[in-house]
């Protein structure tokens, strides 16, 4: 009897020291506004990313300064750039597909549009998965606020610096 007895205890507690951490299942906010440093191969983008809607942002390059000062107005199917008192437009879907703002705001328009699930730990939670069939992980503190995100195993990197979640943002110029 003791036998079965300390048997029995030791499978209790192999079977709750093997469960699973708990899981939520979230989105990006439809809304926000966030300081980012974003990292492709060896360069570091700093950007201000507004998200209004869907498809819809606001894009600030702060660094290098080689870029500082561009911005980009995502509007749906059309794109203004504007640069030191110059502005043009063109159309969304000619973006070049490797350009660093065309590949971070798809990545994180996929993220706000469709579920994901999250392992939450003690101090941040966890999300990995596929975009555009490249693996991503995304680093989340334990309020479910982005922290950082590492697509096709860290070939970009987006470090969140501030990350606001807006009820709707004025879209600006």
């Not at 794109?79 to 490797?98: H, K």
Request: charge should be negative; hydrophobic fraction near 40%; charged fraction near 25%.
């Amino acid at each position: 009897m003791k036998r079965l007895t300390v048997i029995f205890l030791c499978a209790m507690t192999l079977l709750v020291g093997c469960s699973k951490a708990p899981t939520d299942e979230v989105t990006l906010p439809p809304c926000f506004s966030t300081e980012t440093k974003i990292t492709v191969e060896d360069t570091v983008y700093g950007a201000i990313l507004s998200r209004y809607a869907d498809g819809c942002w606001k894009v600030e390059l702060t660094e290098p300064a080689a870029v500082k000062g561009l911005i980009f107005n995502i509007s749906g199917e059309n794109t203004e750039v504007a640069f030191d008192g110059l502005r043009f437009t063109f159309d969304t879907s000619r973006f070049p597909v490797g350009s660093v703002v065309s590949a971070a705001v798809g990545y994180l328009d996929r993220l706000a549009a469709s579920p994901f699930t999250v392992i939450n730990g003690e101090e941040q939670c966890l999300a990995s998965g596929e975009l555009d069939g490249k693996s991503y992980t995304l680093t989340m503190n334990k309020n479910k606020i982005p922290l950082k995100l590492e697509v096709d195993d860290g070939k970009m990197t987006i470090d969140f610096t501030t990350f606001d979640v807006v009820e709707f943002i004025e879209q600006q110029s």
